[in-house]
């Protein structure tokens, strides 16, 4: 069933806590979802590139605490004003991370090191050059504005999470509607055929990372508006957060299979999920247990479903 499966699932799950779960229904908790949902939406965005060219990004934690502290390093450094001192903020985390990005890609085209293998070394390499560069401290005493920000809301709806969406929104465009987003597609799907047709695949798959990389810079200024810190040690398992809502999206691991759509879903039931076990009493080991589970089951319905779908080609 695709997107609409998810969104069927997702719409079982809030039922569900609807009704078990105390002050699951209420405003100020679909609220609190929308903001705790943010920051793996914006980081799943960039994974979504990544898995669909059939790589995987392990660094995006780390990347973003590297993003964060350098980004934080401007805000606090004085002789700026406050609209200027955030602009260039956002501007050099999405730098930092998309140089990171480019390094992963570079490296594991280049050289036809698997990402996993490339990506694991740039999570070590950033986090310690994150702790260096701040000598493992936290910064902190930001402009007023950009802390409020954080905290704003439109239309009800948590300011941030617009920014994350209006993420999904250019996602799904590049990926549906441009020749760059159906070569994404392609060569996730059979590389070698597209490089026999005379496309640059390296090119294709070094800017997916680079993508990766802005969307893990922006996250990394979503945290520092949310929490008006910005920490060395921050990102901790967010890799495996994106990988997860991407996977629960419907997105295929060996690449050329997945969506926007998908992946938001995915994000929104990891989120509901989350809360409503919260809420419901359910200890924290418990509810790694559960999710880890509900991933699981996502691959294996993946599985069939692509077993089904080939079955069922030929009829067509």
């Not at 960039?46 to 973003?64: E, H, K, N, Q, R």
């Not at 007023?144 to 969406?165: D, E, N, Q, S």
Request: net charge positive; hydrophobic share 55%; aromatic share 6%.
């Amino acid at each position: 069933m695709g997107e609409a499966g998810i969104g069927v699932a997702l719409l079982a799950l809030v039922a569900v806590f609807a009704l078990a779960a105390p002050h699951f229904a209420t405003r100020a908790n679909l609220t609190h979802i929308a903001t705790e949902i943010t920051l793996n939406t914006m980081l799943a965005v960039g994974m979504t590139f990544v898995i669909l060219v059939g790589g995987i990004d392990l660094s995006v934690g780390a990347v973003m605490a590297l993003s964060a502290v350098v980004s934080g390093e401007v805000l606090t450094s004085g002789g700026l004003s406050p609209s200027v001192a955030v602009l260039l903020a956002v501007l050099v985390a999405a730098a930092v991370g998309m140089v990171c990005g480019l390094v992963n890609g570079f490296v594991s085209e280049h050289w036809k090191v698997p990402s996993f293998i490339v990506t694991l070394g740039m999570l070590n390499m950033a986090r310690g050059a994150a702790l260096q560069y701040t000598d493992a401290k936290t910064l902190y005493d930001f402009p007023p504005g950009f802390g409020r920000f954080g905290t704003a809301t439109l239309l009800g709806v948590p300011a941030l999470f617009w920014i994350a969406l209006s993420m999904v929104a250019v996602g799904h465009v590049v990926l549906t509607r441009t020749v760059f987003g159906r070569l994404v597609f392609a060569i996730g799907g059979n590389e070698e055929a597209v490089r026999l047709s005379g496309h640059r695949t390296g090119v294709v798959k070094v800017a997916v990372f680079v993508i990766a990389g802005f969307a893990v810079g922006i996250a990394a200024v979503t945290y520092m508006a949310r929490l008006s810190i910005a920490s060395p040690i921050i990102g901790g398992g967010y890799e495996l957060s994106a990988i997860a809502a991407v996977v629960i999206g419907g997105a295929s691991l060996s690449g050329g299979k997945g969506s926007m759509v998908g992946t938001l879903l995915g994000a929104c039931l990891l989120g509901v999920l989350t809360n409503g076990l919260l809420l419901m009493g359910v200890s924290d080991f418990q509810r790694q247990i559960i999710t880890g589970a509900v991933i699981v089951v996502a691959v294996v319905v993946d599985h069939y479903r692509g077993r089904l779908a080939r079955r069922l080609t030929p009829l067509g």
